[in-house]
């Protein structure tokens, strides 16, 4: 279901029409208004090359946000990686502490006793 929200940026207002939810959609157009506002106050910029700047600002924080997650996503990988190393470990240590009892029953003649 597409939802409408009108956003005032720059004093300017805009509607913006999307599946996201109003407050979702809301909290975008603040943040484009921020940034705008940001490059209009600082950079002292007309509002054409502080639209440009902004933007190049947000598409900087999600390309370094995309590198931030992917590494995240190996670093998981590799514990899980090492987390399944251990556990094939583990269940080896099992079998040979399991073929070793046997041999121990073996070696005491089956009766259980156990030292």
């Not at 279901?1 to 409408?4: A, E, F, Q, V």
């Given at each position: 279901?597409?939802?409408?929200v009108t956003?005032?940026?720059c004093g300017e207002d805009y509607n913006f029409v999307a599946d996201e939810s109003p407050e979702y959609m809301e909290r975008v157009g603040s943040y484009v208004n921020?940034?705008?506002n940001e490059m209009l106050n600082v950079?002292?910029?007309g509002r054409t090359d502080a639209a440009v700047l902004?933007?190049?600002n947000i598409t900087d924080e999600l390309f370094k946000s995309y590198e931030a997650?992917?590494?995240l996503r190996s670093q998981i990988k590799g514990y899980v990686d090492e987390a399944n190393r251990a556990q094939a470990e583990a269940s080896d240590l099992k079998r040979e502490?399991?073929?070793l009892q046997q041999k121990l029953d073996a070696k005491n003649g089956g009766n259980g006793n156990r030292h």
């Open positions: 279901m597409k939802n409408r956003m005032t940026i921020e940034k705008m950079g002292k910029v902004a933007a190049s997650a992917e590494k502490v399991f073929r």
